[in-house]
């Protein structure tokens, strides 16, 4: 199963997802459990989430380069953080029906 992605549109358009090792490499990166977020947030958090997930395609781009991409071609940060936030949305969703439902308990 693909690990589903949301686009982003910079120079060229991005695939951004977050696999296991990108959600792990974050967490080393900041302290911050991905999970945690809670889609609050802040610029720089959305920067090295957005880093991360555009290093998958560009393994050799630094910090700094991925800084330079977003500032020549995004249009506006509300762009750049709606796109990590829907990154995140699509890594830890939940389906609503598991093929192991919980037994209601007696009351």
Sequence with gaps: MAIP???LELDRPYKLRLGMGAICEFQDLTGIPLGD???ALTLETGLKALWIMLRQE???LSYKDACALVDEYA???NTVLSAVSNALKIAFRTK???????????Q
Excluded: C, G, Y
């Design 58 to 60: 560009i393994p050799d």
């Design 37 to 39: 977020l809670d889609n």
């Design 5 to 7: 992605f949301t686009m």
């Design 96 to 106: 609503a029906k598991s093929a192991n439902p919980k037994r209601p308990r007696p």
């Design 75 to 77: 249009p506006d940060w």
